[in-house]
């Protein structure tokens, strides 16, 4: 059983920046694929980025070259750096975890352990 939680997230102006963390707690977490997503009320859940445990990364469209993830196996925390943010960033965002071996973009219904979510607000 892994459990995720997150923190980081707060109230931004624009163009301001913030970064998330997501500590895992559970046996052989360092083997997991992250998925940070996303998810307005609503809506259902976009996946802005994720790294499998060989530290491959992928962004979405709506986030390439003003976030970036990266992961400190030693701590069990991956972390989410956002830059330049929007009013359209505001949202929940997750941490998610798949027992992928290699690739992390998948469905959120794919991946098996979730966090709490973290509020994200971009305003002025």
């Known amino acids: 059983q892994l459990q995720l939680m997150e923190s980081g997230g707060g109230l931004v102006q624009p163009g301001g920046s913030l970064r998330l963390s997501c500590v895992a707690s559970?046996?052989?977490?360092?083997?997991?694929?992250i998925g940070w997503f996303r998810r307005a009320p609503g809506k259902e859940h976009e996946q802005i980025s994720c790294?499998?445990?060989?530290?491959?990364?992928f962004y979405s469209d709506s986030v390439q070259g003003r976030f970036s993830i990266w992961r400190d196996n030693t701590k069990n925390t991956t972390y989410l750096q956002m830059n330049n943010l929007k009013p359209e960033d505001t949202d929940v965002y997750y941490c998610?975890?798949?027992?992928?071996?290699?690739?992390?973009?998948?469905?959120?219904?794919?991946?098996?352990?979730w966090g709490q979510g973290t509020q994200v607000t971009v305003s002025s």
């Open positions: 559970g046996p052989d977490s360092g083997y997991y694929a």
């Open positions: 998610a975890a798949h027992q992928a071996l290699t690739g992390c973009s998948f469905p959120g219904s794919e991946f098996s352990y």
């Open positions: 790294i499998t445990s060989s530290h491959k990364t």
